[in-house]
């Protein structure tokens, strides 16, 4: 196992994210759970890391937290070099919207909108024009060229993840969140949605965070960070399956 970017202080390159001490629990008093203990950790600019756990780790909390979706009860988060964690109400909300991608295991497409209108959406509800080459771009660098007038219920589960790809590239965001992105498809068509968000990584230079049970959906990032209990518990780079499942056994059993 090669530890890796997951102390702040260590990492020099860009980093679009990083949380800096980074705690959360949900309750209060005796009855508190913890679910992030003191979590620092870097991520790159331009790299696709995965966030794999035990059920129970932390990993949708520290999804949240760091999308700026939820807020850590202590600890700082930073996209690029805006502080989020300070960042509250509108102007919280409006940063997510104009600088966060997300991608959700259920697509979460409007079904009497286009899939151009809700590729667009996020400038639509922005107030920002589309830019129609960056759109057809994001279009065909996703695969849907053509299908632009289509209904989402007129497209596969695939083509509905492709799609909620591009609605979250369509703002060039900071970074994008996925949260098992690849969950409720069949493992051909999610090879394919692991391809387009590595492809969106070499080509587009975009920062991917992925939380998945899947150690095979795992190893198509550069690196996989594991979360214990709530706490940091090594990374890999150049995984193979079977490590990263051989890790998270080995977390969930001891
Ligand atoms: N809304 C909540 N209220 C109380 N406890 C919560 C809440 N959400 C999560 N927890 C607890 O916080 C801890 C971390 O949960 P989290 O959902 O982040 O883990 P996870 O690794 O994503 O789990 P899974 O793999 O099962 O989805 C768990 O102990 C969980 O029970």
């Not at 759970?33 to 129970?56: C, D, E, H």
Request: aromatic residues 6%; negative net charge; glycine residues 10%.
């Amino acid at each position: 196992m090669i530890p890796m970017f997951t102390d702040a202080d260590e990492f020099s390159a860009p980093a679009a994210l990083q949380l800096r001490g980074v705690s959360k629990s949900y309750g209060s008093g005796p009855a508190a759970v913890p679910a992030l203990r003191n979590i620092s950790l870097a991520v790159p600019q331009g790299s696709f890391t995965a966030v794999m756990g035990p059920s129970g780790s932390g990993k949708s909390t520290l999804l949240q937290c760091a999308a700026g979706l939820d807020a850590p009860d202590s600890g700082e988060v930073f996209l690029g070099a805006t502080e989020i964690s300070r960042l509250r109400g509108k102007a919280l909300t409006r940063f997510r919207r104009d600088h966060v991608g997300f991608v959700f295991q259920s697509y979460n497409l409007l079904p009497q909108l286009t899939v151009a209108r809700n590729v667009t959406l996020p400038l639509l509800l922005a107030g920002r024009e589309t830019d129609t080459a960056w759109l057809g771009y994001v279009l065909e660098a996703v695969g849907l060229d053509g299908f632009g007038e289509r209904k989402p219920q007129e497209l596969s589960g695939g083509q509905q993840q492709r799609a909620a790809i591009a609605r979250a590239l369509i703002t060039r965001p900071a970074a994008v969140f996925a949260d098992e992105p690849t969950g409720a498809l069949d493992s051909g068509t999610a090879r394919q949605v692991l391809d387009l968000l590595r492809q969106t990584v070499a080509e587009l230079g975009q920062t991917v965070v992925m939380v998945t049970h899947d150690p095979v959906a795992a190893v198509s990032a550069d690196t996989v960070i594991f979360l214990a209990d709530g706490q940091l518990d090594g990374s890999m780079a150049g995984a193979t399956v079977r490590d990263v499942t051989d890790h998270v056994a080995y977390l969930g059993g001891r």
